[in-house]
């Protein structure tokens, strides 16, 4: 008994378009499914912001700010690599722990403080690392004795009775110590900004 042969089912070239623009609607809507927090910040009663307007929105609030501050993070860095300054990871984790400890005086956890502050634990990371560089390129700063007495003088208001002479003299000392810091940081972020050949392509 012969087998019958089965028919071949042509498919025509209209056919062809038709399943292969089916096919791309369909890939092209699982990809936008999959992908929408990509495109899509929110739905409002269906009606979808994007992350395009967010992020246009931040930047009209605050982009000159955040673009200032990663240009000069950008050029920190760029400085410490030229002088072969270098940051290890017990370095980083130094500082954390200085930060933990001082965080438990405020009966907070470093997980707390940094969910506050909307950052991750590389963010963290990646922040301290630009300060160690800096503070190593900047190096110490020392006050005088007549700085000293000086500040004593002029804040002796500031003492409380709960407060020894000697720890008013060690907070005038770490005060000092600190606003000469903060200006020698000034000056050489001033000095590298001045040196440093920035292009920007946007304006805020």
Known sequence: MAVKAKAKIKI????????????????LAVLIFLLKNIFIAA???????????VISA?????????????????????EAKKRKVTVTQSDIDA??????TSLQTQGLTLDQALAYQGMTKSDLN???????????????????????????????????????????REQAIQTLKQQKLQTKTQDF??????KAKIIRFVSY
Do not use: C, H, W, Y
């Open 58 to 78: 931040l930047e009209k609030q605050s982009g000159k700010t955040t673009l200032d501050g990663l240009i000069t993070k950008k050029i920190i860095l760029q």
């Open 12 to 27: 025509s070239p209209k056919q062809k378009k038709i399943a292969g623009v089916v096919g791309a609607v369909v890939i």
């Open 189 to 194: 972020i001033k000095n590298l900004q001045d």
């Open 126 to 168: 990646n922040e301290i690392k630009i300060q160690v560089a800096l503070n190593k390129m900047i190096g110490t700063v020392a006050v005088t004795e007549k700085e000293i007495n000086d500040f004593i003088t002029e804040n002796n208001s500031q003492m409380t009775p709960e407060m020894t002479e000697a720890q008013f």
């Open 95 to 100: 500082e954390i722990k200085k930060i933990e």
């Open 43 to 53: 739905l409002v009663n269906g009606q979808p912001i994007t992350r395009l307007s």
